[in-house]
């Protein structure tokens, strides 16, 4: 029976074969578009009318967002159709592809949209001089990852949120690049934070180890805390309308306490140097650098810079906060008067 119905449909189709010429539009279409029109893939040549070498799908618009599509034949005779059937959603012949699945019997036709991911297509039984519409597709994967990012970032999995990214194609139609890179330093530091929080200053580093991968990969100038010479340059970037001077200063001088936690003194002691440079007047930053450069065996260095954390919060009327080693270190750094 299947041969049989296979018999039937070779024969319909050579019945309603007709020159492409017989429909204007089509025939004016094709003269205008014809190397854009995908040709059909993989279709089995116990399906192919007699003559014909190559099956080609073309499109004629015939309202919104709709078109009559075309399986047009190409054989010594010239082009001719084959069969036709209608199309609903976006459609882009100049990215388009067309093929025969072998496993389901249907022709399926697929319709990139321009400079995104958005696809959108259909599939099509094929009986006779008719293209039947079976299913209709659509979807948009960069939209998707985008989506798993969001999702992703929100519980602290930087690594799989910066596989996504990578998967992304046309990522600057998705997002603005300020933006992500802000986004993955909030994940890296709230989750960082969390992990402080309770004894793990090495998992909070390793965060922004793994931030610093995606970020690579949106070209902020690396080291992301050494991008910017001063709050101007900061203030002129891509990331000034999405996070305040004040918030960036902040996540950066964590991530240098969070390093200086790990004993990671040297790499401390960079971070903490261009948070000073960006913000003068951030009292905890000398803290930190002080106790950075403590860890690092450089004491006398240190002792001015805890003399500078002494006096910076005296003058705030916070003497009663200032931790009991900052007096001991810088009495020790001078040493004996």
């Given at each position: 029976m299947r041969h049989v119905a296979v018999l039937l449909t070779i024969?319909?189709?050579?019945?309603?074969?007709?020159?492409?010429?017989?429909?204007?539009?089509?025939?004016?279409?094709?003269?205008?578009?014809q190397y854009i029109f995908p040709m059909v893939y993989d279709v089995p040549a116990s399906l192919m009318p007699g003559g014909v070498t190559d099956l080609f799908i073309a499109g004629v618009p015939s309202g919104d967002l709709a078109m009559t599509l075309y399986l047009v034949g190409d054989g010594p005779d010239g082009a001719e159709v084959i069969a036709s059937g209608p199309f609903q959603g976006e459609y882009n012949f100049a990215k388009s592809s067309a093929s025969w699945d072998p496993d389901r019997s249907v022709i399926t036709i697929y319709f990139q949209m321009p400079f995104c991911a958005?696809?959108?297509?259909?599939?099509?039984?094929?009986?006779?001089?008719?293209?039947?519409?079976?299913?209709?597709?659509?979807?948009?994967?960069?939209?998707?990852?985008?989506?798993?990012?969001?999702?992703?970032?929100?519980?602290?999995?930087?690594?799989?949120a910066t596989v996504k990214l990578g998967?992304?194609?046309?990522?600057?139609?998705?997002?603005?690049?300020?933006?992500?890179?802000?986004?993955?330093?909030?994940?890296?530091?709230?989750?960082?934070?969390?992990?402080?929080?309770?004894?793990?200053?090495?998992?909070?580093?390793?965060?922004f180890t793994e931030a610093e991968e995606a970020l690579d990969f949106l070209f902020i100038r690396s080291p992301?805390?050494?991008?910017?010479?001063?709050?101007t340059a900061f203030s002129e970037s891509d990331l000034a309308p999405f996070i305040f001077l004040d918030e960036f200063i902040q996540i950066a001088n964590d991530y240098g306490f969070f390093l200086e936690q790990s004993g990671m003194y040297e790499e401390a002691v960079e971070v903490l140097y261009?948070?000073?440079?960006?913000?003068?007047?951030?009292?905890?930053?000398?803290?930190?650098?002080?106790d950075a450069l403590w860890g690092l065996g450089e004491t006398s260095n240190a002792g001015a810079y805890y003399e500078i954390y002494r006096e910076m919060m005296e003058e705030a009327g916070l003497r009663d906060q200032i931790p009991g080693r900052v007096g001991q270190r810088a009495l020790s750094a001078i040493g004996p008067q």
């Open positions: 024969i319909s189709m050579i019945s309603f074969a007709r020159p492409i010429s017989s429909i204007p539009r089509l025939a004016e279409t094709w003269e205008e578009n958005r696809y959108s297509g259909a599939e099509y039984s094929w009986f006779g001089s008719e293209l039947v519409p079976v299913a209709w597709l659509s979807g948009d994967p960069s939209l998707e990852a985008l989506e798993d990012i969001d999702s992703l970032l929100a519980i602290g999995h930087l690594n799989e998967e992304m194609f046309y990522p600057g139609c998705y997002y603005d690049s300020g933006e992500m890179i802000v986004r993955f330093l909030r994940s890296a530091h709230e989750h960082g934070l969390d992990e402080y929080r309770t004894g793990d200053p090495e998992g909070a580093v390793q965060l992301w805390y050494g991008a910017f010479e001063d709050s261009e948070v000073l440079k960006l913000d003068s007047l951030r009292t905890v930053a000398y803290l930190n650098f002080a």
